[in-house]
């Protein structure tokens, strides 16, 4: 049996900004780009998403539901210093690190010989140590795997903990809404609700074989999902191939042109994702992924072994063009990563 942990930063980049700046504290606050340049929302704090401000929300729409929203542009630099900060924290207790973005990580701590090899009683030092250290909290699930680890560090944010032991998984997972599982976005669920199919319960009723007539290869995880099972070992940033992002729309894109504000909100998001990889591992290349209203899906990578954001605009336009004038009902942007090349040192002393 597995312990993996799942440690997640609250409102990471807006908590960071309120610690920078004390008088923000007790006020609506986001961090995104302005309305002027159509910006997004990046995160914003607790009191602004009582208003229903949400990430990746238009700022214009943000500042509708809340006027009185104080919209900052953040600082990548400093949050990418807080998350070596984090990250050297969780090395405390394990080499076993898959990081996910800049404020969340998987850890195994199996092996971990500290605490007695309690995996509640290191979550709970970690956050405590995150907290001494950097004065952001954080929020950790703790489970015996990666998919209910994910789900356990969102059930008692912000600063909280949730342990899903061995022998609760089977209740837990029995009244689990499938929205939850990770994978499960609005469309999936809204097909899951037409075939009455709303927790994990209702699909144990089903086979696997009837799960992935319904959903394809995804199918099949979330039938193993819905009893608990997740066998994926981490990907530690060594072994890491590539770090992508996507979206799928609630209308299928007919527009080249509507992709361009598609790719201004997910770069920013793939920088975030990218970021902790960065240190051991170099990008190799570009990736665009189209999925077209048939379903079918094309692919489109340039080798590179610079991060250049401008290069996805160029491989979209030769995707597109693939399309033939068909919808697209999704759009995925990706680095693919390739071990550090040792810094080939030149000796001029002789
Ligand atoms: P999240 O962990 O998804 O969100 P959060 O930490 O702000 O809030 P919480 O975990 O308490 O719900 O993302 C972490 C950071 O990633 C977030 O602070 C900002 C950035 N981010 C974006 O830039 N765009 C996005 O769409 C999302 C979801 C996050
Ligand atoms: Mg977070």
Redesign the pocket.
Known sequence: MRKIIHV???????AVEMRENPKLHGRPLA?GGSRERRGVI??CNYEARAFGVR??MPTHQALQLCPELILVPGNMNLYKEISLQIRRIFQRYTSIIEPL?L??AYLDVSECPHLKGSATLIAENIRREIKAVTGLTASAGVAPNKFLAKIASDEN??DGLCVITPDSVGDFVRALPLRKIPGVGKKTQQKLKEFGLETCLDVQQLSEADMVTLLGKFGRALHKRSFGIDERALETERERKSVGIETTFSRDLTQRLACDPVLDELI??LE?RLAPYLKEQAPKSHKVKLKFADFTQTTVEHASSEYKPEVFNALLDEAWARGQGKAVRLVGIGIGLTQKQQSKQISFSW
Request: glycine fraction near 0%; aromatic fraction near 10%; charged fraction near 30%.
């Open positions: 997640d930063m609250d409102c990471f980049y807006a961090v990046s995160t990430s990746a973005s404020d969340e944010k912000p920013p998001k975030h």
